[in-house]
């Protein structure tokens, strides 16, 4: 039951506005005790001023103690309130009704200076009916004696309105809780049912229908943006399976054409039990050479599935780019001398540098290769090495025929290839894939900055501090 957000939502609700109805509660009941007593000794202390007056009063006439005590609860009648006059000594000189005082244990009331008033709550002797008592001492004209009065009034009627008001609250607050937590179940489903809904059409979307998207309610509250959100992440889902889809594909073909090609010449060789030694060589030659394609095609894969896993370290080290060019660059001559390309070096600026040298190699001799191959015979590679603003800049230039312009933006493309360019001595089409992956995780980049019918130049920029 727990796991369902609505049942957490509604006991959420209904908690909080249990604890605010209990503390609200818990203020109201004291706000109500609090005026009710202030209301009593407020009439406590005006009864006992008008003991105060008409016993000052009446002592000034007769002079008697008794008698003046008598007179003056006499005069008085408030049948809620008990009145007693005590004299210097303690003694009880009048009071009314008669007996009440009996009730309150008179050696607990507070020693005060004359013209001081306490109010307090005594327990009374009676058990079950507390009184509130003003406890006033005063010194009266015309003989100067003290006397101390005393005003008191049962709570018990006050406890019982407060009680009534207890029991209110006491049903007010756990109903008040369970409608809120049925408005609290009622808006979470309400608020929910977007969610919900998003919850199935999510669950129907598989690998097969990636294309379709969540309904969008409303874009700008937050389960619009949700589902818009989750729509973008099926958008970049569908690109990458379609890219898997393309890899396999084109891994395939690529895998396929040097297996057949073996497979074939196997084939021929042993349709005959007896051939000659040239034709053995030379088979064995195709193999070799299909061989060492598939071995170029499989560890170029795997570099670049390690590269997605994130599973390449780079092994770091001091070197100077120069000195790597210009070993590529001899390296790349004995492709070049084949099909009498020229490859020109610019003057080299000493170039330290701190990375993979490894992996900057074969990007270099990546775009060499290509240079080469698609570079007519008697052509030019020019190569060069630049620094600016703390930046290494390396061009490949050539003399080919140039890339189309609807082919330039897909050509890091893994497994592109131009399709006027697709044959076996044009690759796998993984090369620039590769070199620009080895630049982006030097923190650097490798763009195709210009390509015409005369050429095209290929820039590598790696950042000398990364």
């Known amino acids: 039951m727990f796991d369902s957000v609505r049942v957490r939502l509604a006991l959420w609700y209904m908690g909080i506005l249990a604890l605010l109805l209990v503390t609200f509660s818990a203020g109201v009941y004291a706000i109500l005790w609090r005026n009710f ?26 002079g008697l103690d008794e008698l003046a005590a008598r007179d003056t609860v006499e005069a008085l009648n408030f049948p809620e309130y008990s009145i007693g006059i ?6 009880l000189l009048a009071e009314r009704p008669f007996g009440s005082h009996r009730q309150l244990d008179l050696r ?5 200076a004359p013209g001081q008033t306490s109010i307090e709550t005594h327990p009374s002797l009676a058990r079950g009916d507390p009184r509130r008592v003003a406890v006033t001492h005063v010194k009266l004209a ?7 009065i005393l005003v008191s009034r049962s709570l018990t009627p006050l406890l019982g309105e407060l009680a009534a008001d207890r ?22 489903r309400k608020s929910l049912a977007p969610v919900l809904a998003m919850s199935q059409q999510a669950h129907r979307i598989g690998v097969e229908n990636l294309e379709e998207r969540l309904h969008v309610a409303n874009p700008r509250d937050e389960l619009g943006r949700l589902a818009a959100t989750f729509n973008e992440l099926l958008s970049r889902l569908s ?24 497979r074939t010449t196997a084939s021929v060789v042993l349709s005959k039990n007896h051939r000659e030694e040239s034709e053995y060589r030379g088979a064995l030659t195709i193999v070799e050479a299909q061989a060492r394609r598939l071995t170029r095609l499989v560890e170029d894969m795997l570099r670049l599935a390690r590269a997605d896993a994130g599973h390449v370290v780079l092994q770091e080290r001091p070197f100077y780019l120069d000195e790597m060019l210009l070993e590529s660059i ?25 990375g993979d040298e490894d992996l900057l190699r074969q990007m270099v001799m990546n775009l060499l290769d290509n240079a080469v191959k698609y570079t007519p015979p008697r052509g030019r590679i020019r190569v060069s090495l630049a620094s600016q603003n703390g930046d290494y800049t390396i061009r490949v230039a050539d003399t080919g025929r140039g890339i189309p312009a609807d082919a330039q933006a897909h050509i890091f493309d893994r497994f592109y290839r131009v399709e006027e360019g697709r044959s076996e001595a044009a690759g796998a089409g993984l090369g620039l894939a590769i070199a620009r992956w080895i630049a982006e995780i030097h923190h650097g980049s490798l763009e195709l900055e210009s390509s015409t019918p005369e050429g095209s130049v290929f820039c590598a920029l790696l950042p000398r501090a990364y």
């Open 167 to 188: 029991r209110i609250l006491l049903i007010a607050v756990p109903l008040g809780a369970l409608l809120a937590g049925a408005a609290g179940w009622f808006l979470a």
């Open 239 to 262: 690109g990458a399976f379609q890219i898997q889809r393309r890899f396999m594909a084109d891994a395939s073909h690529e895998l396929r054409t040097p297996i057949s090609v073996v």
């Open 37 to 62: 007593m202030e209301r009593a000794d407020g009439v406590l202390r005006s009864v006992s001023a008008a003991v105060v007056s008409i016993l000052e009063k009446d002592l000034s006439e007769n």
């Open 330 to 354: 001899q390296a790349a001559i004995v492709l070049a001398n084949q099909k009498e390309i020229e490859i020109a070096i610019d003057d080299l600026p000493e170039g330290p540098f701190r």
């Open 142 to 148: 015309p003989m100067e004696r003290q006397y101390t």
């Open 108 to 112: 607990t009331l507070p020693n005060l």
């Open 86 to 91: 005590l004299d210097a000594s303690g003694e």
